[in-house]
């Protein structure tokens, strides 16, 4: 699977678009961008997934580069509740259980 | 909702002591998880099973095992706990789909000490 490299940590303003960046300079053609989020004291949570095209859903957008070394995830209006550490993951998608490899993440910090 | 559950939120044991951590889903999920979170070092998998009785190993193995008896019960296990086994442990569990979404559904943890 290919590797991703995050910012350890980012500050977002109460309101403001929060723009979480992902660098996975060597993914390969067959492999999705996956972002996952974890608040302090609970398990993991899917936020949302994408190939080439860009993705929205309830939650946030998904913003892939053409070349796809690079990705944005972006939480058009934080909150405080938004505050957790954001995974991005690279993928094959496969037909049988595969593991997803979390690296150490983005820790977002909303603030008022 | 889905749901998956972990039998304790925080367990204190002894070194050398038979531990065993159980996680219940209840979505009929064939994959389950076993992971535990470290500072700095992230979530990493220990092992991780598609179907019952069946298991794989993850990145991390050494000083653990599980079962799968029944679908919706994956239990991890730790023969002889040890000191650096002190950890977060997070199990989660995921359907199998035909274009294989790798939506997993995490439970809350257990916070494992070994004193």
């Known amino acids: 699977d290919a590797k991703t490299t995050q910012p350890t940590s980012m500050d977002c303003a109460e309101g403001r678009a929060a723009n979480l960046p992902c660098n996975h300079s060597t993914i390969s053609g067959n492999e999705y961008v996956y972002w996952y989020r974890q608040i302090h004291s609970q398990g993991p949570q899917y936020i949302i997934h994408g190939l080439k095209n860009n993705e929205t859903n309830e939650m946030a957008s998904l913003i892939i580069t053409e070349d796809r070394k690079s990705s944005t995830l972006i939480l058009p209006h934080a909150t405080l509740r938004d505050t957790a550490v954001y995974y991005c993951?690279?993928?094959?998608?496969?037909?049988?259980?595969?593991?997803?490899?979390f690296g150490t993440g983005t820790r977002l910090q909303v603030t008022l | 909702d889905v749901k998956v559950t972990q039998s304790s939120r925080y367990l204190v044991k002894r070194t050398g002591e038979k531990v065993f951590l159980e996680c219940v889903q209840d979505m009929d999920h064939e994959n389950m998880f076993w992971y535990r979170q470290d500072p700095g070092l992230g979530l990493r998998l220990i092992y991780f099973?598609?179907?019952?009785?069946?298991?794989e190993k993850g990145d991390i193995p050494e000083g653990y095992s599980v079962s799968r008896e029944k679908k919706e019960r994956f239990s991890l296990i730790l023969e002889s706990a040890s000191t650096n086994q002190t950890s977060m442990y997070l199990c989660?569990?995921?359907?199998?789909?035909?274009?294989?979404?790798?939506?997993?559904?995490f439970g809350p943890g257990t916070r494992l000490t070994v004193t």
């Open positions: 993951i690279v993928r094959v998608q496969a037909g049988t259980a595969s593991k997803l490899t």
């Open positions: 099973s598609y179907d019952v009785k069946m298991k």
């Open positions: 989660a569990s995921m359907p199998y789909l035909a274009d294989g979404l790798y939506e997993q559904y």
